[in-house]
């Protein structure tokens, strides 16, 4: 079964950068958009940003200007490079990605199981 696995977190302090990456563990046929969301305790998952498989993103305004999505096609793999870090960016970062596993089939939307970024003050 393909999964998301992703790479990078940890704890840096304010001001400060960090990198995350994601690819799928199995084979697949074809990403469509992939994308970065996180989520706080006792909040909902919310969109970072996002990125089209021609490279169109989108970003929360939280975060334009400090953080860059982008990937590569050739590598199934995602990136979220996180500059100026801010106590607030603090969370649980998800990976998704809305993938076909064959020629033909349907995409569905999977997840990775999320990593932690703390940003101290």
């Known amino acids: 079964q393909v999964q998301l696995v992703e790479s990078g977190g940890g704890l840096v302090q304010a001001g400060g950068s960090l990198g995350l990456s994601c690819a799928p563990s199995?084979?697949?046929?074809?990403?469509?958009?992939m994308g970065w969301y996180r989520q706080v305790p006792g909040k909902q998952r919310a969109v970072v940003a996002l990125?089209?498989?021609?490279?169109?993103?989108s970003y929360a305004d939280s975060v334009k200007g400090r953080f860059t999505i982008s990937r590569d096609n050739v590598k199934n793999t995602v990136y979220l490079q996180m500059n100026s870090l801010k106590p607030d960016d603090t969370a649980v970062y998800y990976c998704?990605?809305?993938?076909?596993?064959?020629?033909?089939?349907?995409?569905?939307?999977?997840w990775g199981r999320g990593t932690q970024v703390t940003v101290s003050s």
């Open positions: 998704n990605a809305i993938l076909s596993l064959t020629v033909g089939s349907t995409a569905y939307m999977y």
């Open positions: 199995g084979s697949i046929f074809e990403i469509k958009t």
């Open positions: 990125i089209t498989r021609n490279g169109a993103t």
